[in-house]
C-alpha cells in the first residue's frame, strides 16, 4: 500500500481509534483504582486488618520440604513464601524438562514405520489427556503409597539408600573443601567440550570432515576430573540415611507427595506436547524428506538435521502454551499436600493471617509473572528457530 | 482450587461490591425464611451430614437451636459445608450468617478477620492419635515422627511449637483438608494424625481399623470452640450467644426437651424467666420471649445435645470433662438470664 493513500485514514478512521483507545485504557484503569479503593475501604468498614505487615511476623508452622532454611520458630511469612515458591518452581522445572523429554519421544514414536510402537504411542496419548489430571495426581499419590513398605520392611537400595511410604531416601553428598578443585575441572571440562564442538562444525563447514568430538567430550568432562577428584584424595563423603525409630535419620529425602505430583505432571502435559510434535512433524512437507532422503542421509539424520528443525518453529507456540499449563496445574499440589507456592501461601499463610486479599493478590501476581517469564523466554528461542527472511 | 476459588470470590466482592449493612443479620435471615450456616460437612459428632442427607452433630444442633428460636421450625436452616481455609471468608463475605464449625477462638482471629465470637460450647484441645503396634505411651515420644495435620488451622501451628518446647525434631506433612490427612494417616504416611481431642474420636470412626489406633493422653493446647459471626452486628452476637447460654441455663435448672412443657407451669423464677413465662427476654433480642422454651423443646439442652452428638449416646462416647456444668467440675457455666 502506498503512503499516499494511508495518510488521509490516519487523518480520520486511526485518530478516532485512538481517541477510543486512550479512553478505553482510561476507563479500565479507573476501574482498576476504583476496586482497589473500594477493597481497602469495605476491608476498613468490615473491621479486616489488611496490609502488608504480616510479611515479617513469624510463621510458626512446619513446611515438609524447604530447599532454604526455614525454622517455624523463627522464619517469618515471607520466608515461608520463598520455600513455596521454590517448591513449586522445583516440581514445574523438573517437569518441564522431563515431560518434553517423553513428549518429543511419544510424539515420534506416534508415527513410527513401526505399527506396534506407533499404536502404543496412540494408545498412551488417548488414555492420559481424557483423564482429568486432579485423578491423575491422586492416583499417583496412592499409587505410590498404598504400594510401597513402610517403614521397618523399606526396601533397600544398594549403595545405602531406602525406599518405603516415607519416600525415598538416598545418600546426602558431603563436599571437602577440596572438592572446588574437581568442580573447577568440570566447569574447564566444559568448555573446553563447547570449544571443541564450535572449532570441528567450522572444520565441517570449511573441509566438509563430519566433527568426532565424542571421545574429547569423555576425556574433558569424565576423565579429567575424576583425575583431579583421586588427586585431591577423593574430598567426598556421604551422610547415609539410617532406619530411625519413626522415621529414617540423615540422608536426602524425596518425599511421594513429591514424587507423584511430577510424574503425573510429567505424564500428563508429555500427552499434550507428544501431539504438538506429532502435528509441528507432519507440518513439514514430505518432499523434505524425501529430499533429504536423496542426498544419502540416513532416516536418523533426516529427522535431527531436516525434519526437526523446520517443525520447531510449528511446535514452539503450542509447546509453550503447555509449558504454562504445567506449571499452573502443578497447584493442583495442594490435593496431596505437596508444600508449593498454593498450598503454603494461599494455604496456610491465609488461613493463619486472615489476609485473603493480599495473599490471593500476591498468589496470582507471581503465577502471571511466571508465565510470562516463560512466553518470553519461549518467543525468544521461537525466533531462532523461526524462518529467517532473506 | 476450592480455596483458590472462594478466595478469589471474596477478593472480587470486596474489590467491587458495596458491602451489605452489616447490622441486619436477624432481619435478613428472617426475610430470607432460612439461617445459612457454615459447618464442618465431614466431622462425625459435630457436623456431618447422616446417610439420608440430613445434618447431624453438636454443631449442626445450635444452628437448628437457633433455627428454633427464629423460626420456631429446625428444618429452616442451610447448612454450608466449609473447610479450614474458606470458613471465615465466607463469614466474612456474607454468604453464611454463622459459623459453627469448630473453630477455635483466638485472640488473633477475634482481633483481625473483622469476626466475633460468641461464647465457647465446646472446651477442647488438641491431642494426637497413633497406632496401637507403634506402642507409643506419650506424645513426648514422638520425635521424629511423620504427623499428618491439616492446614490453616490452630493444630498446625500449636504442633509445631509442641515439638520445638520439648525440643523434639518434627516431620510435618500438611494436607488442605482433614479428609485427606486422615486418609494419609491411615494409608500410614504419618505416625500419627493430630487434631483436637474431639475430632480425633470422630476421626477415628472413619479409619479402615479404628481398634488399631489409639488416642495418647496429652492435650497441647487449649482450643476453645465458638461460634462466630461477623463483627458489627450486636444484636446477631446477642442472639447466637443467648442461644448458649439459655441451653446452658437449661440443663442448670433441670429442663429437658421431656419435661419443658411441665417445666412452664414451675414456680422457679429463673425457670419462669427463662422459658419467656417471665420478662421480655426473647423481644430483647429481637425474637418472641419463649424462645428458649423452643430451642429446648426442638433440641434439648448443652446436655442433652452433647451426649446425644458426642458423649455415651453416640459412637465417639466422648465423656463430658471440661464441658461439664461449673457446679460438676466442669467450666460450663450458664450465665444468668435475667
Not at chain 1, 230 to 242: D, K, R, T, Y
Not at chain 1, 335 to 347: E, K, R, S
Not at chain 2, 50 to 69: E, H, K, L, S, T
Request: charged share 15%.
Amino acid at each position: 500500500m502506498s503512503k499516499m493513500l494511508q495518510l488521509p485514514l490516519r487523518s480520520r478512521q486511526q485518530w478516532a481509534s485512538i481517541a477510543l483507545q486512550a479512553a478505553l485504557v482510561v476507563v479500565i484503569g479507573g476501574l482498576a483504582y476504583g476496586a482497589f479503593i473500594n477493597a481497602a475501604d469495605n476491608l476498613a468498614k468490615a473491621h479486616i486488618a489488611s496490609g502488608f505487615r504480616f510479611w515479617d511476623n513469624t510463621a510458626g508452622f512446619d513446611i515438609s520440604q524447604t530447599l532454604i532454611g526455614y525454622s517455624p520458630s523463627t522464619s517469618t511469612f515471607g520466608r515461608a513464601f520463598w520455600v513455596g515458591l521454590l517448591n513449586t518452581l522445583l516440581v514445574a522445572s523438573l517437569g518441564i524438562v522431563l515431560a518434553t523429554a517423553l513428549g518429543f519421544t511419544i510424539g515420534i514414536a506416534r508415527l513410527s514405520r513401526n505399527w506396534l510402537v506407533a499404536r502404543l504411542a496412540g494408545g498412551y496419548v488417548e488414555l492420559i489427556r481424557n483423564v482429568p489430571l486432579l485423578l491423575q495426581i491422586l492416583f499417583w499419590y496412592n499409587a505410590v503409597l498404598k504400594s510401597l513398605p513402610d517403614l521397618h520392611s523399606s526396601i533397600s537400595i544398594s549403595g545405602g539408600a531406602f525406599l518405603n511410604n516415607r519416600g525415598l531416601f538416598l545418600p546426602r553428598p558431603e563436599f571437602a573443601d577440596k572438592f572446588d578443585y574437581v568442580a573447577a575441572a568440570l566447569v574447564f571440562g566444559i568448555v573446553a567440550t563447547l570449544a571443541v564442538r564450535i572449532w570441528a562444525r567450522r572444520r565441517q563447514e570449511r573441509t566438509g570432515q563430519p566433527p568426532r568430538t565424542l571421545s574429547f567430550a569423555f576425556g574433558l568432562i569424565v576423565v579429567l576430573p575424576l583425575l583431579v577428584f583421586f588427586a585431591a584424595g577423593a574430598p567426598l563423603s556421604f551422610s547415609f540415611p539410617e532406619v530411625g525409630r519413626f522415621n529414617i535419620r540423615g540422608g536426602t529425602e524425596i518425599l511421594p507427595e513429591f514424587a507423584a505430583l511430577l510424574v503425573a505432571l510429567t505424564i500428563y502435559t508429555a500427552a499434550f506436547i507428544a501431539e504438538v510434535v506429532r502435528a509441528g512433524i507432519l507440518a513439514v512437507s514430505q518432499g523434505q524428506t524425501e529430499a533429504a532422503q536423496a542426498l544419502g542421509l540416513r532416516s536418523g539424520s533426516t529427522l535431527r538435521l531436516v525434519v526437526v528443525p523446520q517443525a520447531m518453529r510449528v511446535i514452539v507456540p503450542p509447546l509453550t502454551s503447555q509449558y504454562l499449563n504445567l506449571i499452573k496445574n502443578s497447584s493442583l499440589a495442594v490435593a496431596i499436600g505437596y508444600p508449593d507456592l498454593v498450598q503454603v501461601f494461599a494455604g496456610s499463610v491465609l488461613n493463619i493471617t486472615g489476609q485473603a486479599v493480599e495473599v490471593i493478590a500476591i498468589t496470582m501476581a507471581v503465577y502471571l509473572f511466571l508465565s510470562l517469564v516463560t512466553s518470553l523466554l519461549m518467543n525468544l528461542y521461537g525466533r531462532t528457530v523461526g524462518i529467517v527472511e532473506r | 482450587m476450592q480455596r483458590l476459588a472462594t478466595a478469589f470470590a471474596i477478593a472480587m466482592v470486596l474489590a467491587f461490591g458495596a458491602q451489605a449493612a452489616s447490622a441486619q443479620t436477624l432481619k435478613a435471615v428472617q426475610d430470607r425464611g432460612q439461617l445459612v450456616c457454615g459447618g464442618n460437612g465431614t466431622l462425625a459428632g459435630f457436623g456431618m451430614p447422616d446417610p439420608q442427607g440430613n445434618w447431624v452433630g453438636f454443631d449442626v444442633d445450635f444452628c437448628r437451636a437457633i433455627a428454633a428460636a427464629i423460626f420456631n421450625d429446625t428444618k429452616k436452616v442451610k447448612f454450608v459445608p466449609l473447610t479450614t481455609a474458606n470458613r471465615f471468608t465466607a463469614l466474612q463475605s456474607g454468604e453464611i450468617d454463622l459459623l459453627a464449625r469448630n473453630t477455635t477462638w483466638t485472640m488473633s482471629r477475634d482481633t483481625t478477620l473483622g469476626l466475633d465470637f460468641a461464647g465457647v460450647t465446646y472446651y477442647d484441645g488438641q491431642g494426637f492419635m497413633v497406632r496401637k503396634s507403634l506402642n507409643v505411651k506419650s506424645a513426648l515420644e514422638l520425635s521424629d515422627a511423620a504427623v499428618c495435620v491439616q492446614q490453616g488451622t490452630t493444630t498446625e501451628l500449636n504442633l509445631a511449637d509442641y515439638f520445638r518446647a520439648n525440643r523434639m525434631s518434627l516431620k510435618t506433612v500438611t494436607f488442605a483438608t482433614a479428609n485427606e490427612a486422615v486418609r494419609a494417616y491411615d494409608t500410614g504416611r504419618c505416625d500419627a494424625y493430630t487434631t483436637d481431642a474431639s475430632g480425633l474420636y470422630g476421626e477415628r470412626l472413619r479409619l479402615a481399623d479404628p481398634s488399631a489406633h489409639i488416642v495418647l493422653p496429652e492435650i497441647i493446647s487449649k482450643e476453645p470452640l465458638a461460634p462466630v459471626v461477623r463483627q458489627g452486628d450486636d444484636t446477631w452476637e446477642d442472639l447466637v450467644r443467648w442461644t448458649h447460654e439459655a441451653m446452658l441455663n437449661a440443663e442448670e435448672l433441670g429442663i429437658t426437651q421431656q419435661n419443658v412443657d411441665d417445666m412452664l407451669k414451675s414456680n422457679s423464677p429463673d425457670v419462669r424467666r427463662l422459658l419467656g413465662a417471665e420478662g421480655q427476654f426473647g423481644q430483647s433480642i429481637g425474637l418472641t420471649n419463649d424462645w428458649a422454651y423452643r430451642i429446648i423443646k426442638a433440641v434439648g439442652n448443652y446436655g442433652e445435645s452433647f451426649e446425644r452428638n458426642v458423649g455415651q449416646g453416640s459412637p465417639l462416647k466422648i465423656a463430658r470433662g471440661l464441658n461439664a456444668l461449673w457446679t460438676k467440675g466442669g467450666l460450663q457455666y450458664g450465665l444468668p438470664v435475667r
